[in-house]
T-cell receptor, first 112, second 112 residues
Framework: EPEVTQTPSHQVTQMGQEVILRCVPI?????FYWYRQILGQKVEFLVSFYNNEISEKSEIFDDQFSVERPDGSNFTLKIRSTKLEDSAMYFC??????????FGQGTRLTVV | LAKTTQPISMDSYEGQEVNITCSHN???????ITWYQQFPSQGPRFIIQ???TKVTNEVASLFIPADRKSSTLSLPRVSLSDTAVYYC?????????????FGTGTRLTVIP
């Protein structure tokens, strides 16, 4: 079965530092997403990406966040200056037209 | 975007059939209904998708009445491993980008 791969599985960073979370979506998918899930809470949409640009973003996705698909296979989420409240699981997902979404196993980000 | 409403939690004994209902009163003509399952510290996983009437696969059935303003996920003979959070999502799979907003989900606990 195809899968979405995320690295690293765990990341600990100091407040104010930049982090980059990486994802390899399924190769023939067209739409890419980032979500976060604070412990015990629901899955929150951050951003969707299609045709090399952001198609939709939530109010959580402020100027501290950016996404990139640098080489046609990787899809990254960058947080420029992390805050304590950025601690969460971050999930990447991808989907094609008329296909279900496939989610990665997530990156647990801990900001200390 | 169609908003969805689900019960926050449900309990069931092992071996019973579980039905989880989702309300989506403002579903649009092109929208499909998709259900995802999430285990703790894992990404959501696709269960089933449908447009109208009934859809069945190897793990679940999805019942959608004629007005499509609600849907019911049916899990036959649940086991302890079905303990998870179940999310109902509504959106247009043609665009891909607009169908992945998660609500609060239903936390199902299967009791031995």
């Amino acid at each position: 079965e195809p899968e979405v791969t995320q690295t690293p599985s765990h990341q600990v960073t100091q407040m104010g530092q930049e982090v980059i979370l990486r994802c390899v979506p399924i190769s023939n998918h067209l739409y890419f997403y980032w979500y976060r899930q604070i412990l015990g809470q629901k899955v929150e949409f951050l951003v969707s990406f299609y045709n090399n640009e952001i198609s939709e973003k939530s109010e959580i996705f402020d100027d501290q966040f950016s996404v990139e698909r640098p080489d046609g296979s990787n899809f990254t989420l960058k947080i420029r200056s992390t805050k304590l409240e950025d601690s969460a699981m971050y999930f990447c997902a991808s989907t094609g037209r008329f296909t279900e979404a496939f989610f990665g196993q997530g990156t647990r980000l801990t900001v200390v | 975007l169609a908003k969805t409403t689900q019960p926050i939690s449900m309990d069931s004994y092992e071996g019973q059939e579980v039905n989880i209902t989702c309300s989506h009163n403002n579903i649009a003509t092109n929208d499909y209904i998709t259900w995802y399952q999430q285990f703790p510290s894992q990404g959501p996983r696709f269960i089933i998708q449908g447009y109208k009437t009934k859809v069945t696969n190897e793990v679940a059935s999805l019942f959608i009445p004629a007005d499509r303003k609600s849907s019911t996920l049916s899990l036959p003979r649940v086991s302890l491993s079905d303990t998870a959070v179940y999310y109902c999502l509504v959106g247009d799979p043609l665009t891909g980008a607009n169908n992945l907003f998660f609500g609060t989900g239903t936390r199902l606990t299967v009791i031995p």
